[in-house]
C-alpha cells in the first residue's frame, strides 16, 4: 500500500512557496490519513509544521490553522475511539499527555512562523519604498536634465526668459503662428 506521505511529500514540498494554502491543506490530509493508517508519528508531524510555516509566512494564517484543526481532530478521533477497528489491533487508547504534547507542537508551530511573516512583511514594505524612491529620484533627475538643458539654450541665445525662446522657432519657421507642435 502506498503512504499518504510517500506521495503528500515529493509532491507538496516544492510549491509550498507559490500555493501556501494548499499544501498546508494537503500535509494536513496526508497527515491525518498517515496517523489513521495506525503508522508511527515520525516526520509526518514535521512536513504538517513547513506546510503550515509556509502558509502563515505567506500571510495565510487561517489556512494554516484550518489545516492543523483536522489533524488535531483526526488525532483524537483516532486516538481515542477508532483504534479498537483499526491496526493493529493490540492498541489501546493515547494518554492524554500524548494529546497535550500534540497541542503543544501544533500552537508552537503557528507561534515560531509569526516572526517569519513579520519579516516577509517587512521584506516586502522595504522592497516597495526602495522602488518608490527610485522613481523619485530618477523623476528628480529628468527634470534637473531639463532645466539644464532649457537653461544653456537660453543663455546661447541671449533669452531672459523662456518665453523669448519661441521668438527663433518662429523666425525660423518651425513655430507658426495658431498652430502647436
Known amino acids: 500500500m502506498v503512504r499518504p506521505v510517500r506521495v503528500a511529500r515529493p509532491g507538496l514540498s516544492p510549491v509550498r512557496h507559490r500555493f501556501p494554502r ?20 515520525g516526520p509526518v508531524l514535521l512536513l504538517v509544521a513547513v506546510g503550515c510555516f509556509a502558509a502563515v509566512v505567506a500571510g495565510r494564517r487561517v489556512a494554516a490553522w484550518s489545516a492543523v484543526a483536522p489533524v488535531r481532530a483526526g488525532h483524537l478521533l483516532v486516538a ?20 497535550l504534547v500534540v497541542t503543544a507542537w501544533a500552537v508552537a508551530t503557528a507561534a515560531a512562523s509569526e516572526p517569519g511573516r513579520v ?3 517587512q521584506l516586502v514594505h522595504g522592497r516597495a519604498e526602495r522602488a518608490a524612491a527610485e522613481r523619485r529620484r530618477t523623476g528628480e533627475e529628468r527634470l534637473r536634465i531639463a532645466t539644464t538643458h532649457v537653461s544653456r539654450t537660453m543663455v546661447e541665445l541671449g533669452a531672459r526668459g523662456r518665453a523669448q525662446l519661441v521668438v527663433p522657432g518662429y523666425e525660423s519657421g518651425p513655430v507658426r503662428p495658431g498652430r502647436l507642435g
Open 22 to 41: 494548499t499544501v498546508a491543506f494537503g500535509t494536513a490530509v496526508a497527515a491525518t490519513l498517515h496517523l489513521a493508517d495506525g503508522c508511527p508519528y
Open 80 to 99: 481515542h475511539w477508532l483504534y479498537r477497528w483499526l491496526p493493529p489491533g493490540t492498541d489501546g487508547a493515547a494518554p492524554c499527555g500524548q494529546e
Open 119 to 121: 519579516r516577509r512583511e
